[in-house]
């Protein structure tokens, strides 16, 4: 999984403390001198941004990886006035705050990946991926696309919310577990779940729940739920014990999967794994109980087409209860 910080960004002074924190990050991952100065730059200019024409704007720093190459993702989110025409507003010299206008311009430049979501009236949301050295065109997930907000509670240091993905054979496997209550006991159950999952990961999704259950007795235990996908075959395979929530998206429809009640670990009344029709190019939001169930991806004009860290971005910004840890994760399957 990843782990990520946010910042509140409303002012000067925190948008030089984001630009201190990515290149403290910039520098424990590895990268270059030029590639810390594309990290500063475009922190830099994303927390001026947010300190412009945000409201309630807040900066989502997290490191990255990819085939054993470090990347640093900045997720900026904002409830402030939205882009009319995002093509405009990346247009060299445009700006409605009297600067230079070269901001969003430079951020998309100096991206190895750059994604933007927004909505007059309703928020922006901006996703800049920057790693430490070129990253291969092939690697075990090429075919998907992951995107993931993983948080603590407010005020406190660790979340008890963890996930992970993994690959065996032609099957892709993500789990999302939620420790009974919060802080670091929460957080222990979540590892060991994952722990036991990484060793069990050529078991069917049930086998595994079963082991996860199994070793999560001396814990207080864990809302958990495995998918499984098989692209080929064009099946998901699911068992959710406890709310974790799990819906996948097309352009045919949607639909939600079904777990049973329980805490893992404790009292699991039924293991049972539900197989479900995966759709060509389908997209699937797991998420914990610290995000609202009330969202609806096609209130987004246009969120389904966007980058998974961006899609759970906005989720995370509109819906996050603020009172739990929460995890929004996404996968898309790439056509």
């Not at 782990?3 to 290149?23: D, F, K, N, W, Y």
């Not at 085939?67 to 882009?83: H, R, S, T, V, Y």
């Not at 994604?115 to 090429?142: C, E, F, K, M, R």
């Not at 995370?316 to 209860?321: E, G, H, I, Q």
């Amino acid at each position: 999984m990843r782990e990520t910080v946010v910042l509140p960004i409303s002012e000067s002074s925190q948008a030089g403390e984001a630009r201190r924190l990515a290149m403290a990050l910039a520098s424990r991952l590895g990268f270059n001198d030029t590639q810390r100065g594309k990290v500063g730059i475009v922190v830099t200019e994303i927390a001026n941004n947010l300190v412009l024409h945000a409201r309630e704007g807040q900066l989502l720093l997290g490191s990255v990886a990819k085939d054993d190459i470090a990347g640093i993702e900045i997720l900026a989110l904002d409830k402030g006035p939205g882009m009319v025409d995002i093509g405009e507003c990346l247009r060299d010299g445009y700006s409605t705050a009297g600067t230079a206008g070269k901001g969003l311009g430079a951020i998309s430049r100096l991206s190895a990946f750059f994604d933007i979501h927004s909505v007059p009236n309703v928020g922006t949301a901006l996703l800049s991926q920057i790693w430490a050295s070129q990253t291969p065109s092939s690697t075990p997930y090429s075919n998907i696309e992951i995107g993931a907000v993983c948080l603590p509670k407010t005020g406190e240091e660790v979340s008890g919310d963890r996930w992970a993905i993994d690959r065996y054979a032609d099957r892709t496997l993500l789990l999302v577990s939620d420790g009974l209550g919060h802080g670091p006991m929460a957080a222990q159950a979540s590892l060991d779940a994952i722990k036991i999952f990484r060793e069990n990961v050529r078991k069917s999704p049930a086998e595994i729940m079963e082991a996860v259950h199994g070793g999560l007795r001396s814990t207080r235990g864990a809302a958990v739920a495995i998918a499984q996908l098989n692209f080929e075959q064009q099946i998901i395979r699911f068992v959710g014990v406890g709310n974790i929530s799990a819906s996948v998206f097309s352009e045919s429809g949607s639909y939600s999967m079904v777990s049973h009640n329980g805490t893992v670990g404790h009292e699991v009344r039924k293991i049972q794994e539900f197989v479900y029709q995966w759709p060509k190019g389908g997209l699937l939001v797991m998420h914990s109980d610290g995000l609202g169930t009330q969202w609806r991806l096609d209130r987004y004009p246009g969120l389904a087409a966007k980058h998974p860290s961006t899609i759970a971005g906005v989720l995370y910004r509109d819906f996050n209860r603020g009172r739990d840890d929460v995890t929004v994760v996404v996968v898309k399957e790439k056509c």
